[in-house]
């Protein structure tokens, strides 16, 4: 009767030992799935930051030169200088902030197609390029990406 006991008691521990397994994988599913939705919220927020200083482009078309000049062949001296330093500290500071933030989502692999636009944006556009280097110490992500100066 003391090994039937034994048995059964030594059968409940491995149960209670499988069950536990079981559980603690279910877990880490859950927080794989959590960390997945904290970085596509994080990028959610990102390009609605984005689309909100975009519309000043689209308010102003004479400031697209400035930030997508392979959109536009207005010139550069259409637009209003104050506007289109604003508009520059505005896309600096949500890159900058977009950098910072999805690099701390582990999950957040498009933290690298964000990084190639901060490049390309960078390279592309003469204001947000000058308001970096004019202020690297408020956007050291992005003053990081900065490269030499493209040829005029």
């Known amino acids: 009767m003391a090994a039937l006991l034994s048995l059964l008691g030594a059968l409940g521990i491995i149960g209670s030992l499988l069950f536990a397994g079981w559980q603690a994988r279910v877990l880490a599913t859950q927080v ?3 960390a997945t939705r904290d970085g596509v919220a ?3 927020e990102a390009l609605t930051s ?3 200083v975009q519309h000043y482009l689209v ?3 004479s400031l697209i030169p400035h930030f997508a000049p392979e959109r536009s062949r207005l010139p550069l001296e ?13 896309y600096c500071d949500v890159l900058n902030i977009g950098l910072y933030n999805l690099s701390a989502v582990s999950t ?12 390309h944006l960078l390279a592309n ?15 050291p992500r992005l003053s990081a990406m900065v490269g030499p100066q493209p040829p005029a």
């Not at 259409?78 to 505005?90: L, N, R, Y």
């Not at 556009?125 to 956007?139: F, G, H, M, P, Q």
């Open 32 to 34: 794989g799935h959590q």
């Open 42 to 44: 994080t990028l959610q």
């Open 50 to 52: 984005l689309r909100e």
């Open 59 to 61: 308010e102003d078309p």
């Open 78 to 90: 259409d637009a209003d200088a104050g506007k289109v330093e604003m508009v520059a500290a505005m």
């Open 108 to 119: 957040a692999r498009p933290e690298s197609a964000w990084a190639q636009y901060c490049e």
């Open 125 to 139: 556009s003469t204001a947000i390029r000058a308001e970096v280097l004019n202020k690297a110490w408020a956007y």
